[in-house]
């Protein structure tokens, strides 16, 4: 399975919005509703932050939201916070009759 | 709360084999699914092997079939993976990561990560 697509490098002013977008085919985003997204600051494991396109887990700001059109899903980061800068990964279910996981290469999220 | 601790991380030469193991805390380990992530230096994250609750299916990444075996032992609340003809490509930071109980395509809860270097 090919990796999904995400711009490198994204950036905001604080209190300002920012989308990420990650770009798959209709056999992984387009395909299902299994798009998650993960935050990872520098030297620490990855956080979930985004589960089922826009589903969020106890505890993740309703800052943090997702969704998706086509075969392109997207996390929007709303009210940008210095703490947000990290790197976001998206991932997508990719079929084949198991739990066979792509991931997006990342985004470098800078809060200005 | 869930606690997962990965170990047995090292540097290996190409061809070489390792175990990773991941101690699970805070939680029926012996209810939930379990994947590997690994993350190369500087790179992305990647998705390498899933199991499920009771052992009885494991898939894996195409990039490591045939060479790493997953597998678990719910009596010890622990996780493995064994690397075996571990090539330089193998060299990431492995993470064991939680599934969800019934759609096991996220990771709801990550360790912190062993280094698997890969070198001569």
């Known amino acids: 399975q090919s990796a999904l697509t995400q711009p490198p490098s994204a950036s905001g002013s604080p209190g300002q919005s920012v989308t990420i977008s990650c770009t798959g085919t209709?056999?992984?985003?387009?395909?299902?509703?299994?798009v998650s997204w993960y935050q990872q600051h520098p030297g620490k494991a990855p956080k979930l932050m985004i589960y089922e396109v826009s589903k969020r887990p106890s505890g993740v700001p309703d800052r943090f939201s997702g969704s998706k059109s086509g075969n392109t899903a997207s996390l929007t980061v709303s009210g940008l916070q210095a703490e947000d800068e990290a790197d976001y990964y998206c991932?997508?279910?990719?079929?084949?009759?198991?739990?066979?996981?792509?991931f997006g290469g990342g985004t470098k999220l800078t809060v200005l | 709360q869930v606690q997962l601790v990965e170990s047995g991380g090292g540097v290996v030469q190409p061809g070489g084999s390792l175990r990773l193991s991941c101690a699970a805390s805070?939680?029926?380990?012996?209810?939930?699914?379990m994947h590997w992530v690994r993350q190369a230096p500087g790179k992305g994250l990647e998705w390498v092997a899933f199991?499920?609750?009771?052992?009885?299916?494991?898939y894996y990444a195409d990039s490591v079939k045939g060479r790493f075996t997953i597998s678990r032992d719910n009596s010890k609340n622990t996780l493995y993976l064994q690397m075996n003809s571990l090539r330089a490509e193998d060299t990431a930071v492995y993470y064991c990561a939680k599934a969800d109980a019934t759609i096991p395509l996220y990771f709801q809860h990550w360790g912190q990560g062993t280094l698997v270097t890969v070198s001569s």
């Open positions: 209709s056999s992984d985003v387009g395909g299902y509703n299994y």
């Open positions: 991932s997508s279910y990719a079929g084949s009759n198991g739990p066979y996981v792509v």
């Open positions: 199991i499920r609750y009771d052992g009885s299916n494991k």
């Open positions: 805070g939680f029926t380990f012996s209810s939930y699914g």
